[in-house]
């Protein structure tokens, strides 16, 4: 059945340091193509072309990377970030980490679902489910630990993970559970 499920990674998210405090004004005038607006927001935002990805560097030194489409792109964003701070001269730590944060998987089941029913099958107690408020249903997993949303157009897409594969297991955990409940018509 999960043979058929074509999951793509729509975002990845990754965060590190590079150790010491940075001066954005500074950066901002140093680096391109990046914006700096601190009464509108408080970091420096760097978007990059290859790979296609934002990063968003703080005054504290902690970069953010958002947008990438693999891990593996994020990892090269941050390090090509690192790259060209130690180009322009800002100290940075050679011991750095970069942490996955947050991994976006987006998929189609191949089915319509039945919300209502769906909401009624996995346990109201397990879900969230106000079609007023939004049009999904929400529901988390504990393993993985991430947040499953369904649509009633069979549109699955999966949040919260932080390593590759998390959102396969849930999303066939999620499938399995709907074919034993007879949701998957």
């Keep these: 059945m999960s043979q058929q499920l074509n999951g793509s990674t729509v975002n990845v998210v990754a965060s590190s340091s590079i150790g010491t405090e940075v001066d954005l004004e500074a ?6 193509p990046v914006s700096y607006n601190p009464e509108d927001f408080p970091g420096l935002v760097y978007r990059m072309d290859e790979p ?11 970069i953010v990377a958002t947008g990438a489409d693999a891990v593996e792109e994020a990892e090269d964003a941050v390090h090509t970030v690192f790259s ?9 730590d050679d011991d750095y980490s970069v942490n ?3 991994i976006v998987t987006s998929a189609e089941l191949g089915h319509r ?3 209502n029913a769906v909401a009624i099958g996995l346990g109201v107690e397990e879900v ?11 529901y988390r997993i504990e393993d993985p630990d991430v947040c499953v949303l369904l649509f009633g157009s069979g549109e699955v ?12 297991e849930a999303i066939a955990t999620v499938e399995e559970e709907l074919d034993a409940l007879g949701l998957l018509n």
């Design 128 to 138: 969230e489910y106000e079609p007023e408020q939004f049009p999904g249903l929400i």
């Design 113 to 115: 679902l039945n919300l």
């Design 84 to 92: 060209t701070l130690e180009d322009l001269g800002v100290p940075v």
């Design 52 to 62: 296609d990805v934002s990063i968003l560097l703080f005054h504290s030194g902690k």
């Design 100 to 102: 996955i944060e947050n």
């Design 157 to 168: 897409v999966v949040s919260g993970g932080s390593e590759e594969g998390q959102a396969e």
């Design 27 to 32: 950066l901002s005038n140093d680096m391109s």
